[in-house]
């Protein structure tokens, strides 16, 4: 299953978070390390979900421009550049999803 996910450049590598995975959140020195260790924490959340029966959020336009909104405020509060980036991570899904 395809999960987007959300890109933030950091002063090193990039910080990235899965709007339909409530605490999806990782970071890597670059694109790639960043991509792996979110599609880890997607894959390990969706896990630990199916354990205690419960199912992801259904992923829609509201969901993700919902969060790039909150990510493109806090940047802004921050006085970070309002650049951020979106795509998507290929994930495994548990047998119990």
């Avoid at 829609?60 to 006085?79: F, K, N, Q, S, W």
């Amino acid at each position: 299953m395809k999960y987007t996910v959300i890109l933030q450049p950091e002063a090193v590598g990039y910080s990235v978070t899965c709007p339909a995975v409530p605490g999806a959140v990782s970071q890597g020195d670059t694109l790639g390390e960043a991509l792996a260790m979110i599609t880890e924490a997607i894959e390990l959340l969706l896990e630990c979900m199916a354990d205690e029966g419960e199912r992801p959020l259904e992923e829609t336009p509201e969901v993700i421009a919902g969060e790039v909104a909150a990510v493109l405020a806090g940047r802004r509060e921050d006085g970070l550049p309002m650049t951020i980036e979106t795509c998507e991570v290929e994930v495994r899904l548990p047998a119990a999803v």
